[in-house]
């Protein structure tokens, strides 16, 4: 006589759709008397399957490893009484397998025996899988609808407490908490500030952070409103809630009033758009008060409109932006360099990122160890489960750890193998921008044009009316100056007669490269698309000629 264990699961959300316990134990036991098998234990879970982290089930398998060979079928009812995981079923299915015990599913029984049926049982279990999937963006949806129809159906926001209506539905009435609520807005009206407000109810016992208290002070939900957030098909919406209001409509808007006036009066522009005739707004700087330019229109006698840069700060400087944005279009065009500097520029690189085949060749055999010694872990571990030695849970978790370092190595392998390909079209095109990197600045958009400049300008620029200056400038222009002979009849070595550099850009020769340095050349300029290459991409400093070694600053980029 064949021999079973039998299990029945439920979650919370499914008794009422007939999976019971009762039903199901009921059921398997029918199936095994009706087939002659003798059932050896009895499992009952409620759990839900999105995984094997389930108390029952560990033992279970502690009952399976102590009775190995005696047990000749798992029995549930259906697969997703099993699992809701097509990955983790499967390793499941091949580690009681190797016990001697074969799953089967009483409702959907498929013979695993016969190759061809896997695709069926990979069926069952994906089911289940797209239907937690499902019931998510259901539960997200039910939550936008609700949030839409003026009801907050999330955690209550500091002075409410979450409740149900008549109607067992869920809304928020104004709590304990709702007098200080009121308090702080009463008190920002007045002109209190924060910091004081939060010292003194801190001495009363309420704790609120400076975060905490800048949300609430925004909360359009404390005058009886709800935010809907925008999604891919609808704007941000504003809705009248279902709730009560902690505070009244003018209270509110006299405290945001208060609160833009601040951040007027910090230098803090209220919105982020960037405009194309302010290019240099957060590249510029006072030279009397050191603080940001910051940049806004102005009319004229005659109804013109101009652009200005201007301090906020000391109110000293202001100069037309049309101007400023052409002395910066200048030295851009003044960025014109021989053949042979970029020729010398283009060889360097491509030994910076390339290497030699035989490295990429040594760190391409020490990845595919890694990767074998991973897979062998991961075989272990199936082995020690099998064993008993190692529980579900600890299993899960290291698993999950040697899945994911697999799957990083062989990232790092691929990329490895395409490197050669990438590097050779980054170099053109990096080649290609220094060869133009006037006329790509001006045909680039506004983003890229200010990408360009913080790439070319590390530190900010100071604008005398004149001209601009700024104390350093990127690593790749100072060597392009030391090799480009035409620069050198420029005065002082100034790269253009609209930009002034400091003493601290003084140019430094070259010298053999230290035993102990590690100084790498920044090819952030002009390879605009090296902070996306992979770490197998990266310039190998350990590459660069023996014959010469470039100072600069170690970069991020």
């Known amino acids: 006589m064949k021999t079973a264990v039998i299990m029945s699961r439920v979650s919370s959300d499914e008794q009422a759709l007939g999976y ?23 499992f009952k879970e409620d759990h839900s399957a999105k995984n094997f982290n389930r108390p029952e089930f560990a033992s279970f398998l502690t009952y399976a490893k102590k009775h190995k060979g005696q047990i000749d079928f798992f029995l549930v009812t259906s697969w997703d009484r099993f699992s809701r995981n097509i990955t983790d079923a499967f390793i499941m299915i091949r580690t009681l397998k190797n016990l001697g015990i074969t799953v089967q599913a009483i409702e959907q029984q498929t013979d695993l025996s016969i190759p061809e049926n896997l695709a069926m049982l990979a069926l069952f279990l994906a089911i289940p899988e797209i239907d937690n999937e499902r019931r998510s963006i259901k539960i997200k949806g039910g939550m936008r609808a609700a949030l839409k129809a003026g009801r907050w159906c999330r955690k209550a926001p500091r002075g409410y407490t979450n409740t149900r209506d008549k109607d067992n539905k869920p809304i928020i009435i104004p709590g304990t908490e709702a007098a200080y609520i009121e308090r702080i807005f009463q008190g920002i009206s007045k002109g209190r500030g924060q910091i004081e407000l939060r010292t003194e109810l801190k001495k009363e016992g309420y704790i609120i952070s400076r975060s905490s208290l800048s949300e609430i002070l925004r909360n359009p939900v404390y005058i009886g409103k709800i935010r809907v957030p925008a999604s891919v098909e609808e704007p941000e919406r504003m809705i009248e809630g279902i709730h009560e209001g902690i505070i009244d409509n003018d209270l509110f808007s006299r405290v945001q009033r208060i609160l833009e006036g601040n951040m007027v009066k910090r230098n803090i522009p209220k919105f982020s758009t960037r405009r194309a005739e302010l ?196 690593e790749v222009l100072r060597l392009i100056l030391l090799i480009d002979s035409d620069k050198h009849k420029t005065k002082s070595g100034q790269i253009s007669e609209y930009l002034d550099l400091s003493a601290q850009v003084e140019l430094r020769g070259v010298e053999p490269r230290s035993k102990h340095g590690s100084h790498m050349l920044s090819t952030c300029l002009f390879l605009l698309d090296c902070r996306n290459l992979s770490a197998a991409e990266q310039p190998n400093r350990s590459l660069f000629p023996v014959c010469f070694a470039f100072r600069s600053e170690q970069s991020s980029d």
């Open 20 to 42: 019971s316990l009762g039903i199901q134990e009921e059921a398997l036991s029918k199936y095994c008397e009706k087939n002659n098998i003798r059932i050896l234990q009895k």
């Open 279 to 474: 290019l240099l707004r957060g590249n510029l700087k006072c030279s009397l008060c050191g603080n940001k330019l910051t940049g806004s229109p102005s009319r004229g006698k005659y109804g013109e409109r101009y652009f200005y840069y201007h301090c906020n700060h000391c109110g000293k400087e202001r100069y037309r932006a049309d101007k400023v944005n052409e002395v910066v279009h200048k030295i851009m065009s003044d960025l014109q360099f021989t053949s042979e500097a970029k020729e010398i520029y283009r060889e360097m690189v491509k030994m910076l990122m390339m290497g030699t085949d035989n490295e990429r060749n040594k760190k391409g055999q020490s990845l595919e160890k890694e990767l074998e010694k991973k897979e062998e872990r991961i075989t272990r571990l199936q082995d020690l489960l099998v064993d008993g030695t190692l529980s579900i849970e600890d299993y899960s978790r290291m698993k999950h750890r040697y899945s994911e370092e697999k799957a990083s190595i062989e990232g790092k392998i691929y990329e490895l193998k395409a490197i050669k390909s990438d590097t050779n079209k980054s170099l053109e095109k990096g080649v290609g921008v220094l060869s133009n990197i006037d006329r790509m600045y001006d045909r680039a958009d506004l983003n890229s044009k200010k990408q360009i400049l913080s790439s070319i300008f590390p530190e900010d620029l100071i604008f005398n009316g004149k001209k601009c200056r700024t104390p350093r400038i990127n």
